[in-house]
């Protein structure tokens, strides 16, 4: 064999081998900061490899001039600022997100309690019902107690980066135990009400209730 076909040999397994070695995704790097793919022994999938899903593109959130409105039937309506917001205490876990799809992953969530947000706010006796709005015309809904006695946070990083803009920057919901179509995204504003409500999906025919495991469509609505 002429030196040259043995260059060009090894320079094509190289290319092959170097290509599939690049396919590993190993932490992403967001910004300056790093994501870890581990919290209390469990494994997270790296954010590259998380599918996501919306109704209507990627919302662009300013964080000096965005304000989360938390009004309804609290006692004390407030618009807090993203400062205001991770100055709460904050709490981390490892949650998985099941869309009604078929696709799922495991990811770690760093955010605030619902139940601290409403402490600030105070929540009139009645309210049974917490409604979650976004950015780009999404709503859904959670029962009051669900969110409080789950712990449910608020979540503003993920797999400890700050949340990407392209996933929901400033604030997802952490629907644990719930499909997908409640972790709503990009919030501004979040009502308490006594009524039941349906938010974009729940409206056409998907499960106002959503336990993973359980019926994905409601017969009628
Ligand atoms: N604002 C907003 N939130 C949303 C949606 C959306 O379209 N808009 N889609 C929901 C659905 S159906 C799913 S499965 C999850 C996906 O979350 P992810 O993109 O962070 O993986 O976001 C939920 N929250
Ligand atoms: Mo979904």
């Known amino acids: ?14 290319v092959i081998t170097s290509g599939c070695i690049s396919e590993k995704k190993g932490p992403g790097v967001y910004g300056n900061q790093t994501e870890n793919l581990s919290y209390q022994g469990k494994s997270l999938t790296p ?10 593109g990627i919302q662009y959130i300013d964080r000096e001039s965005y304000r989360l409105q938390v009004n309804g039937l609290v006692k004390n309506p407030r618009n807090f600022t993203y ?8 709490t981390s876990k ?5 869309c009604v799809e078929g696709w799922r992953y495991t990811a770690k969530w760093t955010g605030v309690k619902m139940a601290d947000l409403l402490n600030e706010t105070g929540t009139i006796d009645n309210a049974t019902t917490v409604i979650f709005y976004s950015a780009d015309g999404y709503s859904t809904s959670l029962d009051r107690d669900y969110l409080l006695k789950n712990n449910i946070i608020l979540a503003y990083r993920l797999n400890d980066v ?4 392209d996933r929901g920057f400033p ?7 719930k499909y997908g179509y409640k972790w709503a995204k990009w919030i501004v504003r979040i009502e ?6 349906r938010g974009y999906w729940e409206q056409r025919g998907y499960n106002n209730t959503a336990d993973v495991g359980g019926p994905e469509f409601e017969r009628s609505v």
């Open 1 to 14: 064999m002429k030196p040259i076909h043995l260059f060009l040999i090894v320079s094509i397994i190289f």
């Open 47 to 56: 954010i590259a490899e998380q599918q996501t899903r919306d109704i209507k």
């Open 83 to 90: 400062e205001e917001i991770i100055e709460l205490p904050e």
């Open 94 to 98: 490892v949650v998985d997100l099941n």
């Open 162 to 165: 700050t949340l990407p803009q």
């Open 171 to 177: 604030l997802q919901l952490v629907a644990e135990s």
């Open 192 to 197: 308490l009400s006594n009524l039941p409500y």
